[in-house]
């Protein structure tokens, strides 16, 4: 298991991971203290890694990752019907980024898709794209972040509560990024050293801290918690 989330109501657990039975993204049903799974669907012909709800749950968008090769599809599209006995997965669109799609998260509103993948020739990437509120993703073409350094290695970003910032680490770097979004761009505020490689960031509700999972730490420091002002 790459990747867990609960819907916005609670009533359901996505999960994504490895390819198994051609499978490897499951919804379950959350009722009575027990999961029951509803439905299923394929993200890629290798494995599923993270995945997000939209807002109305009636969307999830997940990062896979394909070593097919170019022409592979590792941003995954869904559309979930909730009804009652039967509940549905179905792919609606899927996109290219080049190699691997570590993260896919969806904007507090709904509108926007934040992508954290390697790109192939570019190295690792932060992408974002608009949603339609139908069935289709747009990339904007201004929030393209390039991550650079010696063998770099970008995992997971994330938005802020509010939508208006995004963060996110890099393993071979040490540092903890976070760029402010306007609607059409990325434009970067601040970097502070984590002291290790980051794996995952993570906002608090409020927006005012950000949390670092840190990457091969050895002496139990496994994570650091920034103050944002």
Known sequence: ??????????????????????????????????????????????????????????????GTLNDSGSGSKEVVLFSFDSTPGSESLSVLNSYEHGASVRSAEFSPNGNYVLIMGQSGTSGYEVRCYSFDGTDTLTELTGCRINVTGTNPNGRYAAWSPNGNYIAFGVINDNNLYIYSFNGTSFTSVTSESAGAGINHAFWSYDGNFCVASLWGVADGGNIKIFYFN
């Open 1 to 62: 298991v790459t990747g867990v989330k609960w819907s916005p109501d609670g009533n359901f657990l996505a999960i994504s991971g490895f390819t198994v039975g051609g499978v490897n993204i499951r919804i379950y049903k959350f009722e009575s203290e027990a999961l029951t799974e509803v439905a299923t669907g394929v993200g890629s012909a290798d494995y599923g890694e993270q995945l997000s709800w939209h807002p109305t749950g009636n969307f999830l968008v997940a």
